[in-house]
């Protein structure tokens, strides 16, 4: 039955469709990825580990999970400027090195304070990654092939989440120190495959030749990019602030959601199958859906995306006590999450400009960090002082609000780009600024 399915010339076309015509450095970081989320324990288990395990309360572990957010969120700045400065590679490397390394170390330390400390370190190191990982990727495929690189990238951290979930339970039967250990080896593993099988991909500033005296130089030069250059760019900056408002709405499926259905009497259970559904769905419609996506509006696949995740997680608010309605919230989100990941992704890369592509891929990671930050905060407002059902209703409020916003952005944008052709065509004659009076 295997042998017939692969040896059917449409099944095989659609295989060379989806996977076909990528580089093979992308390869090689696709399956470094991969082996890391196959081996990404201990973020999954921590808040059980603190709790169960070490005997500390919830608040503790909720103030080390804001720790390790906040390490993110710093890392995912400084990650983005190194990425830039000495290149896509090292900075990657290091940023596994140090996750492996603190990785150990966190599952040997004894005390508030310095499992604090420490799991700060791991989310420092861990999300710094993610701009060094999204710029190699930028860098290395081309405009039109970026979303599926991104889609596919993003396949395979589904795909080992949901089997890493699936068997850290039965691994900490062994001891929780064993899940410390796995997980620093598979992302060690991961930073030996990035330094062996990846070049460095950053491109290399634009030469200007030194003018002789009195002469003007042989090009314009490069422009320089900082930080400052990144949050003064508005267009992104508003692509960056709608990701935000998704973001936090995407963070209550692994917080309040879990909170609202135990207190609707779902079984721990029930939950563990309900909250399972995202990681199949992703895994099952990534490609498909992919491959729908292609050559469709932009602008709208995000106001689709933010609609069908805000107005998803409203649908909690009918679930009541059926785990069955709960399914279908999730189920109904994780198809706006599939259709949203990959073309914000292409979008930010293509907004990036190239010599600042770790800057931008740093900003954009920031608008998740803060969105890990905040979310499960004001998420657990809103559920203690408002109740569930204005909670879930807020969450589609804001997924309107999002796709407005990508409206707005996706009329400028065209607007803009049809008077660029306009003025390229001649049949609009560039105005001069106006000069100022005498």
Same mark, same amino acid.
């Given at each position: 039955?295997?042998v017939?399915?692969?040896?059917?010339?449409?099944?095989?076309?659609?295989?060379?469709e989806t996977?076909?015509?990528l580089?093979r450095?992308f390869?090689?970081?696709?399956?470094?990825?991969?082996?890391?989320?196959?081996?990404?324990?201990v973020?999954?288990?921590?808040?059980?580990?603190?709790?169960?395990?070490?005997?500390?309360?919830?608040?503790?572990?909720?103030?080390?999970?804001?720790?390790?957010?906040?390490?993110?969120?710093?890392?995912?700045?400084g990650?983005?400027?190194?990425?830039?400065?000495?290149?896509?590679?090292?900075?990657?490397?290091a940023?596994?090195l140090?996750?492996?390394?603190?990785?150990?170390v966190?599952?040997?330390?004894d005390?508030?304070?310095?499992?604090?400390v420490?799991?700060?370190?791991?989310?420092?190191?861990?999300?710094?990654?993610r701009?060094?990982?999204?710029?190699?990727?930028?860098?290395?495929v081309?405009?039109?092939?970026?979303?599926?690189?991104?889609?596919?990238?993003?396949?395979?951290?589904?795909?080992?989440?949901?089997?890493?979930?699936a068997?850290?339970?039965?691994i900490?039967?062994?001891?929780?120190?064993?899940?410390?250990v796995?997980?620093?080896l598979?992302?060690?593993?991961?930073?030996?495959?990035?330094?062996?099988?990846?070049?460095?991909?950053?491109?290399?500033?634009?030469a200007?030749?030194?003018?002789?005296t009195?002469?003007?130089?042989?090009?314009?030069a490069e422009?320089?990019?900082?930080?400052?250059?990144?949050?003064?760019?508005?267009?992104?900056?508003?692509v960056?602030?709608?990701?935000?408002l998704?973001?936090l709405?995407?963070?209550? =499926?692994?917080? +309040? /959601?879990?909170v609202?259905? !135990?207190?609707? $009497?779902?079984?721990?259970?029930?939950y563990?199958? &309900?909250? @399972?559904?995202?990681?199949?769905?992703i895994?099952?419609?990534?490609?498909?859906?992919?491959?729908?996506m292609?050559?469709?509006?932009?602008?709208?696949?995000?106001?689709?995306s933010?609609?069908?995740?805000g107005?998803?997680?409203g649908?909690?608010?009918?679930?009541?006590?059926?785990?069955?309605?709960?399914?279908?919230s999730?189920?109904?989100?994780?198809?706006g999450?599939?259709?949203n990941?990959p073309?914000m992704?292409?979008?930010?890369?293509?907004?990036?400009?190239?010599?600042?592509?770790g800057r931008y891929?740093?900003?954009?990671?920031?608008?998740?960090?803060l969105?890990?930050?905040?979310?499960?905060?004001?998420?657990?407002?809103?559920?203690?002082?408002? =109740?569930?059902? +204005? /909670?879930?209703?807020?969450c !589609?409020?804001? $997924?309107?609000?999002?796709?407005l916003g990508h409206? &707005?952005? @996706?009329?400028?944008?065209?607007?803009?780009?049809?008077?660029?052709a306009?003025v390229?065509?001649?049949?609009v004659?560039?105005?001069?600024?106006?000069?100022?009076?005498?």
């Open positions: 039955m295997l017939a399915l692969v040896a059917n010339p449409r099944v095989r076309r659609l295989v060379r996977v076909g015509g580089p450095a390869w090689w970081l696709w399956v470094s990825t991969l082996v890391n989320k196959l081996g990404a324990f973020v999954t288990f921590l808040a059980l580990y603190l709790t169960a395990e070490r005997g500390y309360s919830a608040s503790y572990a909720g103030l080390v999970a804001a720790l390790f957010g906040l390490g993110s969120a710093i890392a995912a700045l990650a983005g400027v190194l990425a830039d400065r000495i290149g896509r590679r090292p900075t990657l490397v940023a596994q140090g996750t492996a390394l603190f990785t150990v966190l599952g040997f330390t005390g508030q304070v310095a499992i604090a420490v799991a700060f370190l791991v989310g420092l190191c861990n999300n710094a990654t701009p060094p990982t999204s710029a190699i990727i930028a860098d290395l081309p405009a039109e092939d970026r979303v599926r690189a991104y889609s596919l990238n993003y396949w395979a951290i589904n795909i080992g989440f949901g089997l890493s979930a068997v850290a339970g039965l900490a039967t062994h001891g929780y120190l064993t899940l410390f796995l997980d620093a598979t992302t060690l593993i991961c930073a030996v495959v990035i330094f062996i099988r990846i070049p460095e991909t950053r491109p290399e500033p634009v200007v030749a030194v003018p002789v009195g002469a003007e130089p042989d090009g314009p422009p320089k990019v900082s930080l400052l250059t990144v949050f003064r760019d508005a267009p992104f900056m508003a960056v602030g709608l990701n935000l998704l973001a709405i995407y963070q209550q =499926g692994s917080t +309040t /959601l879990a609202d259905m !135990g207190a609707s $009497g779902i079984t721990t259970t029930e563990g199958l &309900v909250i @399972g559904l995202n990681g199949l769905l895994v099952v419609l990534q490609i498909p859906l992919t491959r729908w292609e050559g469709r509006s932009r602008t709208a696949l995000l106001i689709a933010c609609l069908v995740t107005w998803g997680f649908l909690a608010a009918l679930a009541g006590s059926s785990a069955w309605l709960f399914a279908l999730v189920a109904v989100w994780t198809v999450e599939v259709l990941a073309t992704m292409g979008l930010v890369a293509e907004l990036a400009p190239t010599q600042a592509r891929q740093g900003v954009y990671s920031l608008s998740w960090s969105a890990a930050f905040i979310g499960p905060a004001a998420g657990g407002l809103v559920l203690d002082h408002a =109740g569930p059902g +204005t /909670l879930w209703l807020v !589609g409020v804001c $997924g309107t609000v999002a796709a409206v &707005v952005l @996706g009329r400028r944008t065209k607007a803009a780009a049809a008077a660029a306009a390229r065509s001649g049949s004659t560039e105005v001069e600024p106006a000069k100022a009076p005498a």
